[in-house]
């Protein structure tokens, strides 16, 4: 759930004006920082996740810090193995790599949640010796009526009623020794006032602590809540910055809570603003919310996401759009992130990508390409031994492509050997256009082309063409259309004389000799 702080009543934005002065939040002291990514492994890696991953990893590499990735998989009904695997992989392909995490291991291990049942259980013991936690033996139907009666009363809920607060120690152990089924809360102190902190990126928050109910830290299944689980795990791998969505925004006090009963000084937070689309409404799977793997299947490139997506709340100086990784991961830093909600705009990430594919040369182009290729009805073995005449292809499109998925619509002609797949509306707005003496000028350049005398290259062909158009008296282009739409199917294919250059002399007469016959009846 996404928390629009100016909603809710029990935080206020205290203005540095009247705040006390405190400590920057994003100063480091003299360690280096470490921060974490800790995806719950419920779904797919998603464009708001990755977002968080970046900048955990770009604050990482520009402070010499330590990114450490670790799977918040304690949900065991929604948590699956495979979504681990899938979040591992879309992270590698982001480029996004751990210093400690799953598969690499570190000093600070195990990564996964459901190894670290000994933490929690040692941080609870921890809180049991400083008086922090009492034993609630409330069931699901008592607190959910209580609920139920406070909702409609004038206060409404304020969280639960601290009845078990009140018993005896003596009472307490014997309903435990009985066997009754009991949840562990944490005390929070009776006099603690507004819980206080300063955000790296919202500025000092505070929120009224009378609203901090005596939080469930332990199940009765006796597992870990998510707060717990999540300060054991910070406190314990020593992290210095969490930096996450502002969906957690709203567990920060509670965390802290935890912090104080455990006697541990809590990390900076520095929470991210929500990622709208571009009719400024949350995201949705029509615009942003697809997973990072579908948008590498739509064939956008790992860097010009991480590019685009580390600037979806975040900027270098205000106006530099194309960051490198080099340059993100040696500038980023908390102070320039923003707390306005960040623009998800698809066309701008089109555009972004063009531009990275546009800086491929052409052998790397090919090594992108090879599975859209492939989609195009080339051969995956031709592309592994012959990638010169792939290389060749790279010219005739490098210009017009936004992402690699339009590369079988755009090349698809290439592959078809001696037939031609035509396209209707190009028939008739070309071939069978009145008076654009369309079957002349085809049969003319179908002579040019079997012309063995005329070297097989793009120029030549071109301008013995051009000659035609002057001897038969038709315009240039109404020579070059007919002929387009012959070879490649459509009238908006790449540069038709280089591709010409590229199928072969019979390939294309044969093709001119199937529109002259399909569409003539010659
Ligand atoms: N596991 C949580 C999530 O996937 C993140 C917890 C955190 O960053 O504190 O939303």
């Not at 120029?459 to 158009?469: D, G, I, K, M, V």
Request: hydrophobic share 40%; with cysteine; aromatic share 8%.
């Amino acid at each position: 759930m996404n928390v629009d702080i100016s909603n809710i009543s029990n935080i206020s934005t205290v203005t540095p004006a009247a705040a006390p002065a405190a400590a920057p939040a994003t100063a480091l002291d003299s360690k280096p920082p470490r921060v974490r990514f800790a995806p719950s492994p419920t779904g797919q890696l998603h464009i708001g996740g990755a977002r968080t991953a970046i900048y955990n990893w770009a604050f990482a590499r520009a402070h010499g810090g330590t990114f450490i990735l670790r799977i918040e998989d304690t949900d065991p009904e929604r948590s699956t193995e495979e979504n681990t695997h899938i979040i591992l992989r879309a992270l590698r392909w982001l480029g996004l790599d751990w210093d400690e995490g799953p598969e690499i291991g570190g000093d600070f291990g195990p990564y996964f949640q459901t190894q670290r049942s000994e933490s929690y259980a040692l941080a609870f013991e921890t809180l049991q010796a400083n008086d922090g936690v009492y034993p609630c033996f409330c069931s699901v139907e008592t607190l959910s009526a209580k609920r139920e009666a406070a909702e409609k009363s004038e206060g409404g809920w304020a969280g639960y009623d601290r009845t078990c607060r009140a018993l005896s120690p003596q009472e307490a152990n014997a309903r435990i020794a009985a066997g009754e089924p009991h949840v562990w809360r944490l005390k929070v102190p009776e006099t603690r006032g507004a819980i206080e902190f300063e955000d790296a990126v919202y500025g000092k928050l505070s929120f009224s602590a009378d609203v901090m109910d005596d939080m469930v830290l332990i199940r009765t299944d006796n597992t870990p809540t998510y707060n717990f689980a999540v300060v054991c795990d910070d406190a314990n791998m020593q992290i210095s910055h969490v930096i996450r969505g502002d969906d957690h925004l709203s567990n920060t006090p509670r965390q802290i809570l935890i912090y104080e009963a455990l006697g541990i000084t809590p990390p900076t937070f520095a929470h991210l603003s929500m990622i709208l689309g571009s009719d400024n409404k949350k995201l949705s799977k029509r615009q942003g919310s697809s997973s990072v793997e579908e948008y590498r299947d739509r064939g956008y490139l790992s860097d010009a996401l991480v590019n685009f997506l580390s600037l979806l709340g975040w900027s270098l100086d205000g106006e530099t759009t194309i960051i490198d990784r080099e340059t993100l991961t040696r500038e980023f830093s908390l102070d320039r992130i923003t707390k306005k909600d960040a623009v998800f705009d698809e066309v701008k990430l089109d555009w972004m990508n063009g531009v990275y594919i546009r800086e491929l040369d052409a052998p790397t182009w090919v090594s992108h390409a090879t599975p859209w290729l492939v989609e195009a009805g080339a051969r995956e073995a031709d592309i592994k031994e012959n990638p010169a005449f792939f290389e060749k292809l790279y010219p005739l499109v490098i210009e017009r492509l936004a992402r690699m998925d339009e590369i079988p619509s755009k090349l698809a002609y290439m592959f078809w050997g001696n037939k031609v797949i035509l396209d209707e509306d190009s028939v008739k707005k070309v071939l069978l256009k009145e008076g654009a003496r369309a079957e002349e000028a085809l049969r003319g350049c179908r002579a040019v082309l079997a012309d063995t005398s005329i070297p097989w290259e793009c120029e030549p062909l071109q301008n013995a063409c051009r000659t035609l158009s002057d001897t038969l008296d038709i315009k240039p282009k109404n020579l070059f259309q007919p002929l387009r739409v012959a070879v490649c199917g459509n009238m908006v294919s790449p540069p038709l004389f280089e591709s010409i250059e590229l199928l072969d002399r019979t390939c294309v007469l044969a093709r001119i000799d199937q529109t002259l016959d399909c569409v003539f009846h010659a």
